[in-house]
């Protein structure tokens, strides 16, 4: 049975409406427009004048002169006595920065030709002579012994004995194995912000003391010389390394300069003389016949 609606009943009321919105304190608004303007103003500095914090923060043009100056502190720390080469720049493009960004890694390396039992000992020689501020070490490992260091701008310096194609040469391949000391400075994924690889520099005598080199072998370079440099500690001088491939002859070892005087390196896979000023270094450790000749940094 349904109930009857009361006569004279009246609805209860609705909610109350809410009271007008007060505008904002202007003392509030001015003090908001300054806090922003503030922080702006330490964005800016700190862009401009802080160190970075990720590597992201650095070009790739930016960390180029790091990696000169990295590949001429070890070329110092090495000293003039062992048989060193440039190699050649390695720009890897297609990495990426961030899910947005691609960049490029730059990688350039010095080797330097040693006995596997002098492998260690020319690393840790290295680790002690480069600046106190890269914290160099050596490290050894069933994959031998291994530096490390930082050059700053978080570009890394690493160090190991490979062989001819690279790879490392361990404790289990015994202490005559053929091999070099390979030493790179790695910037790690990087904007490119401009950068451009250096123009090949100006010959000098390292082309001469190869073609005599070449002239010697009886065999014409088969490919364009590549000249390479970088500079040394003090930012006066250049080291510079020149290198041509060209097909073997029957018996590479014994075609050597008569003018080269006494060898500094005579092994089963090349042999390195001075001529002058130049080093020269005749690789013969595979199908190809590699030579090279550098000018090193001046002893300190």
Wanted: glycine share 10%.
């Amino acid at each position: 049975m349904n109930a009857a609606a009361q006569t004279g009943y009246v609805p209860p009321p609705g909610p109350p409406e809410p009271p007008p919105a007060r505008p904002w304190p202007r003392w509030l608004i001015a003090a908001t427009v300054a806090w922003a303007v503030l922080l702006a103003a330490l964005t800016w500095i700190s862009a401009g004048g802080d160190e970075p914090t990720v590597r992201e923060q650095r070009t790739l043009a930016e960390a180029a002169p790091v990696v000169d100056r990295a590949v001429g502190a070890v070329l110092g720390a090495a000293g003039a006595e062992p048989v060193v080469l440039l190699g050649p720049d390695r720009l890897d493009p297609g990495c990426r920065v961030t899910p947005f960004v691609e960049g490029a890694t730059l990688v350039r390396a010095v080797e330097i030709v040693v006995p596997g039992d002098q492998a260690r000992p020319l690393l840790e020689r290295i680790a002690a002579g480069l600046p106190a501020e890269y914290q160099a070490r050596v490290r050894v490992s069933d994959r031998g012994a291994r530096l490390s260091a930082d050059a700053g701008e978080f570009v890394t310096v690493t160090g190991e004995f490979v062989d001819a194609n690279g790879e490392p040469v361990t404790a289990a391949d015994g202490p005559d194995a053929p091999g070099r000391v390979r030493v790179s400075a790695d910037t790690g994924c990087r904007p490119l912000g401009g950068y451009q690889q250096l123009a090949a520099p100006p010959a000098g005598p390292e082309v001469d003391a190869l073609s005599r080199a070449l002239a010697a072998l009886g065999r014409p370079a088969s490919t364009p010389p590549e000249l390479l440099m970088t500079t040394c500690p003090g930012g006066d001088r250049r080291a510079r390394t020149v290198r041509v491939s060209t097909d073997p002859p029957a018996d590479p070892a014994a075609a050597r300069p008569a003018s080269a005087g006494a060898l500094l390196l005579d092994t089963p896979d090349g042999y390195a003389y001075r001529s002058g000023p130049v080093t020269v270094l005749v690789d013969h450790s595979n199908a190809r016949l590699h030579l090279a000749a550098t000018t090193p940094c001046p002893a300190p």
